[in-house]
DNA sequence: CCACGACACGCAATTCCTTTGCGTTAAGGT
DNA sequence: ACCTTAACGCAAAGGAATTGCGTGTCGTGG
């Protein structure tokens, strides 16, 4: 998934990739992202540009490849013993990694870059994933919970929507206020 | 709104910019977005590649510029009667125009090149103003109607997120279903 | 363990895009 | 109608993207 057709798993292959995310890491946090060319990566990675052509086809998709890597969660969510907290204590963590520049500049990167949508899809897939175990941990515990998709069409979506198109207006207590109409709304009773 | 300053409405730089976005639009639809180069519009509309770097900046920013022109709405939302059907109607719309490969790379281009959020920001601008429209003219009949906000972070949103993010899944009913959830779930009571 | 096939990489030449300085033309205001 | 200033055309220079060919390395099957 992550480069091109990914073969070669070992080896020289994947220390070049090592090698040129570390540089375009590295250029990003000194010269922002103007002036980063991909010679100017292949340089710092150590590689000449053909091989960073060949591998990722332009620079978008290469950006677009660190953005999807950089934007996958590292850990699972927080257990703080109820769904209500474990939910609001994700959507407001969720919506302040995105909404920081550099969160909104990886979304965007990802979503540039992307001809067949599968960068975008592999994004969407990190937050179900996480949705899905803050939900089946509640579940266990007995209590009621939303569907997977309720979550992600009503706390998610909006949270991404104002990141992208309506910058301003965002803060933790949005990302909360989505989480309790879920649960004062949106979800079955009992 | 349109390009850099947009200074100078009238006259050449009103004709190269008319001339320059129909090539752009041409081109597109015979060559595709693969192999649309700079030097290939200009050549197309009738001017030197350099006007349009001076003009636009670059290739994204140019194809953001005719993106957001081509994302405004061209007409008011039809009235049916009442404030369910129009929002129902509107929606369905709304989600046929954005799930098109086409609309969906439009909308890929306005934020692609949006150094500054500008252009994404006049996109939900669009939107806002024809829920508003759509909102005011039910209260004006007399109706309920909910909040701007309310139709934006729970219909607009979730449309607009699946179809970035979530391809697929994506028809006319889904976004009848999200009207109805405004409607019986999210709209304070009389 | 070794040899074979296949893929990825380096190198270098070519092509094309991008940038920039300078002179000219046209728009908007007085 | 003139004057100021912005936008455009032209052309040259600089840099990025593409491609053919040879070499090294990874993975696999004998």
Redesign the pocket.
């Known amino acids: 998934m992550s480069p ?14 090592r090698s040129v995310h570390a540089a375009v890491q590295e250029l990003q946090a000194e010269h922002g992202r103007t002036g980063l ?4 990566i ?1 340089a710092r990675a ?6 960073v ?3 990722w ?3 978008q998709e290469l950006l677009a490849d660190v953005a999807v890597e950089h934007l996958r969660p590292d850990e699972p969510p927080a257990d703080l013993g109820s769904l209500r907290e474990d939910l609001e204590h994700w959507a407001a963590a969720f919506l302040e990694e995105m909404s920081s520049p550099a969160g909104r500049a990886y979304i965007r990167d990802a979503l540039a870059g992307d001809p067949d949508g599968s960068n975008a899809g592999q994004c969407s897939a990190y937050a179900v994933e996480q949705v899905e175990t803050i939900l089946a941990r509640a579940a266990q515990r007995g209590e009621h919970v939303p569907g997977t998709d309720v979550v992600m069409d009503h706390v998610v979506a909006p949270m991404m929507y104002r990141v992208l198109f309506r910058p301003g207006l965002l803060d933790a207590q949005y990302a909360r206020d989505l989480v309790a109409t879920v649960f004062y709304r949106l979800m079955p009773l009992p």
């Open positions: 091109r057709p990914a073969v070669r798993p070992g080896g020289r292959s994947a220390r070049v990739q060319t991909v010679p100017l292949a150590g590689v000449t540009p053909s091989t052509y060949r591998r086809g332009d620079l």
